[in-house]
């Protein structure tokens, strides 16, 4: 990992802190507010923990496009939680064999950035 990435990194999860730190729900209920800055907190110190170890350029850079996904996401829509995807787990092949591989390197392109590491930390 270069110096400039791990620059990019760290002020990356200051900022997820600082979102967290200022983090106020929709609702505007306490409760849900306190609950939801824990969420992001945690989220955050999952993600950049299972990720400390990478020295792939290529992997680095697809966690941090992840990330600034993700920032950008909640902070539009005023929720932390990743959005999910609306594709049914078998619906695009009823098939065997070489179609059905097929279809799922498909369903595995399809996934929006956000969601890539979502399935691992759940």
Same mark, same amino acid.
């Not at 092949?93 to 759940?122: N, V």
């Given at each position: *990992?270069?110096?400039?990435? =791990?620059?990019?990194?760290?002020? *990356?999860? =200051?900022?997820?802190?600082? /979102?967290? =730190?200022?983090?106020? @729900?929709?609702?505007?209920?306490? !409760?849900?507010?306190?609950?939801?800055? !824990?969420?992001? /907190?945690?989220?955050? @110190? %999952?993600?950049?923990?299972?990720?400390?170890?990478? %020295?792939?350029?290529?992997?680095?850079?697809?966690?941090?496009?992840?990330?600034?996904?993700?920032?950008?996401?909640?902070? &539009?829509?005023?929720?932390?939680? $990743? =959005? $999910?995807? &609306?594709? +049914? +787990? *078998?619906?695009?092949?009823?098939?065997?064999?070489?179609?059905?591989?097929? !279809?799922?390197?498909?369903?595995?392109?399809?996934? $929006?950035?956000?969601? &890539?590491?979502?399935?691992? %930390?759940?």
């Amino acid at each position: *990992m270069t110096a400039a990435m =791990r620059g990019e990194v760290l002020c *990356m999860y =200051r900022r997820v802190l600082r /979102i967290a =730190r200022g983090w106020q @729900s929709q609702s505007g209920l306490a !409760q849900e507010t306190d609950a939801e800055k !824990q969420y992001i /907190i945690q989220e955050a @110190s %999952t993600l950049f923990r299972q990720n400390k170890d990478n %020295t792939d350029a290529e992997l680095i850079k697809k966690c941090i496009e992840e990330c600034h996904a993700r920032i950008e996401m909640g902070l &539009h829509y005023r929720i932390p939680y $990743p =959005r $999910p995807t &609306h594709l +049914p +787990p *078998m619906g695009l092949a009823t098939q065997q064999g070489r179609k059905m591989r097929g !279809q799922e390197r498909l369903r595995k392109q399809a996934r $929006p950035i956000y969601l &890539h590491s979502h399935d691992e %930390t759940s």
